[in-house]
């Protein structure tokens, strides 16, 4: 008896299911890539998040713009730096982008809760997230900031991955990067900001539109006074 082999048709039906998808993910990899690498010495003009803003802000304004002003990594006080890491990410010197016993700590407490909620997310991860990505919780947007994250730590220094993250990271509602952060709230450039008004701006980061306008909270306060102390151990890149 002579087995019956499939039609040709169907196996070439079925290969290019697998196909397709496999090609379709490859190429959205070589586009990240590609932009990374032409980020290494050209600023980046735009963000998947300030994208993202800038049109939910014109749903209610259509003339609605985005506060930014890109400034080198050198015209950006050290306290802000250090602020930031004492905050975010106190080993960002020295992980290769991500840290994974954050992300082990995390995992744990998103299974408690049954549903996602805490990230373990290093600067290098926050910065693939903003770049690239949207502020949904999943393990599969999970799995393509871990993926952008090695890109970005391949093709950069950490010098140039915190610079592009100074300049890009969320201080408030519309407000983008460090020296439009202190000037909004400050009304001085970046590079004059003192350690307590630095403090103040890095422990706003998880959640800088509230803080916008909330100002003074009990827990802002102490947070700030927590990092003021942790600052000095910060190691710069």
């Known amino acids: 008896m002579t087995k019956k082999r499939a039609a040709p048709g169907r ?6 299911l697998f196909i397709v998808p496999i090609a379709l993910f490859l190429a959205v990899q070589a586009y990240f890539f590609a932009q990374i690498w032409w980020w290494r010495d050209h ?6 998040f300030m994208r993202q803003q800038l049109s939910a802000l014109r749903e209610k304004n259509p003339d609605a713009k985005l506060q930014q002003l890109w400034v080198p990594y050198a015209r950006i ?6 602020a ?6 106190a080993n960002f010197s020295e992980h290769d982008g991500v840290d994974w016993d954050a992300l ?4 744990e407490r998103n299974e408690k809760r ?6 373990g997310s290093t600067i290098t991860q926050q910065l693939a997230k903003n770049l690239f990505l949207s502020g949904s919780r999943s393990y599969l947007r999970k799995g393509q900031e871990l993926i952008i994250t090695y890109m970005l730590e391949t093709l950069m220094d950490k010098q140039r991955i915190f610079e592009i993250y100074l300049n890009v990271v969320e201080f408030g509602s519309g407000i983008y990067g460090a020296e439009a952060a202190a000037r909004h709230y400050y009304r001085i450039p970046a590079a004059k900001l003192g350690a307590s008004q630095a403090a103040k701006l890095a422990v706003m980061l998880p959640n800088p539109r509230y803080y916008d306008k909330h100002r003074d909270t009990r827990y802002l306060n102490r947070r700030t006074a927590t990092i003021l102390q942790r600052m000095g151990s910060a190691e710069l890149p």
């Open 11 to 16: 196996w070439s039906w079925v290969k290019w």
């Open 43 to 48: 600023d980046p003009q735009m963000t998947a």
């Open 77 to 82: 006080s050290p306290n802000l730096k250090r």
């Open 84 to 89: 930031i890491i004492a905050s975010e990410d």
């Open 104 to 107: 082990e700590q995390a995992y």
């Open 114 to 119: 049954k549903k996602v909620t805490h990230g």
